[in-house]
């Protein structure tokens, strides 16, 4: 059973977990090369910072440490109506051609009504009909017809960019965007937000380490804020995850583990055991929480009141982690999915 030098404190408010982030460094795109982001590295035992890039990871980590990673793969599941006037981001397909989705504006999404998208060129529009409203605000669609993500979707990205895009006066949606809101290991389709502290590795540094993957498809659980006033009402939805087989032993035999961002970690601590399984986790880490099956985290920058900061907070200490993002905002890190990263050890 491993352990984890946690600090324990109350931390029990979304509003504890806020800081100032001037807009110009929410990172619009990603670096030139996935490599070359910069990363913070926070030694815990003596409380040391270095600043550092990514490409210097290797020298942090030995050959028996072990590289936990996520290896969902994000679908192009944002589509828009044929008139441009609702925004639909296809979540999870729980039966064929059933959607679970988040429609925008959602007044517009009442049960009954129909919406038109275009399927691609050469084929006919693709209707699909409103059936119910669930009580977290998604909506049930039912397509009449085959829908091809691939042919017709945009990667989703998050609004913080797509909005700052647009100040900016650029496109919301690029063609890199596919490429570069994806990991270089991506393999098993189904997540809507992609495991983005996987976006520094190249294939010829991931094949540095040694490393492990595991899967969950990231959804509403992970990227939704909190916004209830005290975090044990906030209420995660469920996510589907799943472990290999050969897992284990490969944790087994690690002297270190290293969860490389927030999503892998939710699995390592939110599985009921490491063999080879499927299944759903509902798992919302904070302080006080105790890490009982990683020994390090390799994490990008997370937003304000947001579940993943407060997932980092219970492994440094909710007061030095906010301490640690002054110090990133000073010197001028780039933040959130295409941001910077930090490896905490």
Known sequence: MRSSPNRREPGARAADYEYELPPELI???????????????????????????????????????????????????????????????????????????????????????RLLFAAGEGKPDLEAEVLKTLPGGERVLRFFGELDVNAVGEMPLPPYIRKRRETLGEKEHVAEDFERYQTVYAKQPGSVAAPTAGFHFTPELLARFRHAFVTLHVGLGTFRPVKTEFLEDHEMHEEVYSIPE????????????????????????????????????????????????????????????????????????????????????????????????????
């Not at 090369?33 to 409380?47: F, G, K, N, P, V």
């Not at 907070?313 to 910077?340: H, N, T």
Request: avoid cysteine; proline fraction near 5%; charge should be positive.
């Open 27 to 113: 990172a619009t795109h990603p670096a030139v090369r996935r490599e070359e982001s910069r990363l913070l590295i926070y030694h815990r035992a003596t409380d040391r910072v270095e600043h550092r890039r990514f490409y210097d990871l290797p020298e942090y980590l030995g050959a028996d440490d072990l590289l936990v990673l996520n290896d969902s793969k994000v679908q192009p599941a944002a589509i828009a109506t044929r008139d441009g006037r609702v925004e639909v981001l296809l979540l999870e397909e729980t039966s064929p051609r059933h959607w679970v989705a988040l429609v925008k504006p959602g007044a517009r999404a009442k049960p009954g009504m």
């Open 246 to 345: 050969g897992f284990e032993a490969a944790y087994e035999s690690a002297q270190r583990v290293v969860a490389v961002g927030t999503t892998s970690a939710r699995v390592l601590e939110g599985a009921p055991n490491l063999r080879s399984h499927r299944g759903r986790t509902r798992i919302f880490i904070h302080p006080p929480y105790e890490f009982q099956r990683i020994d390090a985290l390799l994490t990008n920058f997370h937003l304000p009141h947001s579940t993943l900061l407060m997932l980092v907070s219970a492994l440094v200490g909710r007061e030095r982690l906010l301490e640690l993002y002054r110090e990133a905002v000073g010197m001028k890190y780039r933040f959130f999915s295409y941001g910077d990263a930090m490896l905490i050890l």
